[in-house]
């Protein structure tokens, strides 16, 4: 199967990234990853709107300046990572590391209805995967949202985990 992705002007695009065979690398590796991050947008122009960061995967949705640059973006994260990792790793056939999955997901944000479930779901990911509010997780912009008003610091209850309940972004 091909899969085309679609390039929209000023889209909101959510991603999701996952290491080779759920390796629990992220959390013991924040900094390189921050810092993957950071590099990234030194060299494509993005805004980070929201993130998440897992032990084995991360969700995050962007806004680059230039559509075609979101596939670049999440090359760069993902090189950058792999090269300054302290952790021994092996080659493919095509020269990759048994770092990250080859491939990754991508959704195009289709509205504001469609932006704030996802803002739900990234925020949502300690719970869903650790039962642990979003608000005593590190690895997530939660607490930004909470500080601009958009999320109580008691999110994340019985009715809104149903709500997010079924969305499915892995």
Known sequence: MNYKRI???????????????????????IDVLRNS???SKQKYNYELIAIVV???HMHFIINPNNIDDYPKIIAEIKRYFTKHINLKYTLND???????QRRYWEHTIIDEEDLYRHLDYIHY??????????????YSSFKKFVEKGYYELSWC???DKHKILNMDCE
Do not use: C, G, S
């Open 94 to 100: 095509n020269k990759e590391a048994d770092i990250w």
């Open 7 to 29: 390039f929209v002007p000023n889209a909101y695009i959510f991603i999701t990234l996952v290491t080779y065979n759920r390796k629990q690398i992220l959390i013991d590796n």
């Open 157 to 159: 209850n019985f009715e």
């Open 125 to 138: 990911n300690p719970m869903k995967h650790y039962n642990i509010a979003p608000k005593d997780w590190e």
């Open 37 to 39: 991050i950071k590099n």
């Open 54 to 56: 897992n032990y084995d």
